[in-house]
């Protein structure tokens, strides 16, 4: 009988940076089925679909990655100006956050808004510098002075439903926004699939990538969708595969996180007689 060891898998936590490492374990402790299913495929670079059950942190488990990354590249390619004390930045749309759903403030709060507030503070106390990441909301109802400061001066994460960005993208000047986006979340994707809104959606995300300077990474996120493998079939969509005559179209592999477990439940019965 042998008694060797199945080997340890490595922590998803040791790709982040310190500060955002610290400010998870400091505030969440241990990553929750979600996340320590999901940053694997997502650190990969992978397009995603993560399935978990409403409250388990799915959604910060997307923004949370890309979040990070944000902070290293702001810091990688900016130089810093000694005569004005700060980095030079050009602002540019690095991650699009879709939701179908109307009620998107709380959830922009809980997963954007509060951990990149925390993850500044663990900086500080570390005496580690962080670049400024800037956040934007385009809905229908945005006023016109709202939206043209958005042009004028991208915000690096830009949070929209569907409709919204389809209006952009067919806007000669807001669709240079998108030439620099690398990942794009969709959120609720169940509210999506197999309706003409999900088949709306499908196509805007492949006019996206036609526009994007790079491959953009798709990741999406679900309560209660299935079948995972159609579900994941949306959203990688297709690519042309080959040259010439012999090009095939292609779905992109996507990486199925089934985190779907089920709540431990107290329950209590008590029988009272008449």
Known sequence: MSNSQAPTLPDPLDAFLPPTR???????GQPRPPQAHGW???????HTLILAPTGSGKTLTAFLWAIDQLFHELQDESPFDSAQGKRNRQPATRLL?????KALNNDIERNLRVPLAGIRKAALAMNVELPEISVAVRSGDKPSRERQAMLRKPPHILITPPESLYILLTSPKARDLFRSVRTVIVDEIHTLVGSKRGVHLA???ERLQQLADQPIQRIGLSATIRPLDEVARYLGGNTWQGDGEARTLAPRPVTIVDAGYRKALDLLVEN???
């Open 272 to 274: 009272h007689p008449d």
């Open 40 to 46: 694997p495929a997502i650190q990969r670079g992978d």
């Open 203 to 205: 196509i805007t995300l």
């Open 22 to 28: 610290t400010w998870f374990q400091s505030t969440l």
């Open 97 to 101: 956050y879709i939701s179908p759903l």
